[in-house]
């Protein structure tokens, strides 16, 4: 849904944070907790407790693009030196007028939105509303209250200014001007599309509704059924690794559930069924289950393509038996 990404945009009035670098930063943040666990708990990478946050997954995105606090906080913090605390934090100035805060990030679920400081005015700069909306200063403590109460979280940047906006990132067709807002103006300003609001989109741009509908398998009748569940049972014999410099050889890294991490050689026109034969050896036999790309998406579709058909090449996998 990538509204974590949005909203960021949207604090610091320029197109910077993409998809990509927030995915890095919360496979960053994942590598560290699950450090911190395996030198921390009892039994290391063996403790249940590491086993089954492994097996969990991403903790900082999940498969619609949905980033968590941690990774917009880590964003802010590496591009522009800016925190981003929960507005309660003891450690705030309890002192300090609201209307002196430049910005704030608003959650609910998957839902980000942010709230800035443009000149002397404050602004909601919601993706769900048709155009930003003027916030008065009389008004902002009220409206934060309001947001609370209605179940969402809310971040400040506990700093005087931000950023200036930046105008050559983006597409300016999306800018508002200031005077337009203020007069009602700009009559072919983009609107949002309500039909697709709730639906969210994921990283690869399809409706979450869609994706959903193209991975059903209701409409397959019982042979088709029985031909999915037969490939994906009879598994090839595993070639040896190919050397380095063999023509059409591709590299892919694994990470397993078990801790263990592994770069292994293949051939590009080699079947995906070759993949996953060679992980249930590593995992010891039994069922895996593989998840690759961002968001992390299941590979079990892939299974009637070749390695370089489902684009695997550099891939970094997640294997976890089932």
């Known amino acids: 849904m990538l509204c974590g990404q949005h909203a960021l945009n949207n604090l610091v009035q320029a197109s910077v944070f993409s998809a990509g670098s927030l995915s890095e930063i919360?496979?960053?943040?994942?590598?560290?907790?699950?450090?911190?666990?395996?030198?921390?708990?009892?039994g290391g990478v063996r403790s249940k407790d590491y086993l089954r946050r492994?097996?969990?997954?991403s903790g900082n995105v999940d498969e619609q693009g949905n980033f968590s606090i941690q990774v917009l906080g880590a964003a802010l913090q590496q591009s522009y030196g800016l925190s981003l605390p929960s507005i309660g934090q003891d450690d705030l100035d309890k002192s300090r007028d609201i209307t002196s805060y430049p910005g704030f990030i608003c959650n609910r679920a998957s839902h980000w939105f942010a709230i800035r400081k443009i000149g002397e005015q404050f602004w909601n700069l919601n993706s769900t509303l048709d155009k930003p909306q003027f916030i008065s200063h009389f008004?902002?403590?009220?409206?934060l209250e309001s947001f609370k109460e209605n179940g969402y979280s809310v971040f400040v940047v506990p700093v005087d200014e931000l950023p200036k906006a930046d105008r050559s990132t983006g597409t300016s067709q999306f800018w508002w001007h200031r005077k337009d807002l203020e007069s009602g103006g700009k009559e072919n300003a983009p609107k949002t599309d309500w039909n697709d609001v709730g639906m969210g989109r994921r990283l690869d741009g399809k409706k979450i509704a869609e994706a959903s509908k193209h991975e059903d398998h209701s409409s397959l009748t019982e042979e088709e059924m029985l031909q999915k569940a037969?490939?994906?049972s009879i598994l090839p014999d595993i070639p040896d690794e190919p050397p380095v410099d063999a023509t059409g050889v591709v590299t892919i890294q694994f990470r397993f559930s078990n801790g263990k991490k592994q770069r292994r050689r293949f051939l590009a026109d080699q079947p995906v069924q070759v993949v996953y034969a060679f992980c249930e050896r590593e995992m010891g036999g039994g069922n895996v289950e593989l998840r690759y790309g961002f968001p992390p998406r299941d590979l079990a579709p892939n299974q009637g393509k070749s390695i370089a058909e489902a684009n695997l090449s550099g891939e970094n996998i997640q294997v976890r038996s089932i």
Do not use: F, K
């Open 54 to 57: 492994l097996g969990e997954g």
């Open 230 to 232: 037969l490939q994906a």
């Open 26 to 42: 919360a496979h960053q943040l994942d590598e560290m907790e699950l450090a911190y666990m395996a030198a921390n708990n009892e």
């Open 139 to 143: 008004r902002l403590a009220a409206e």
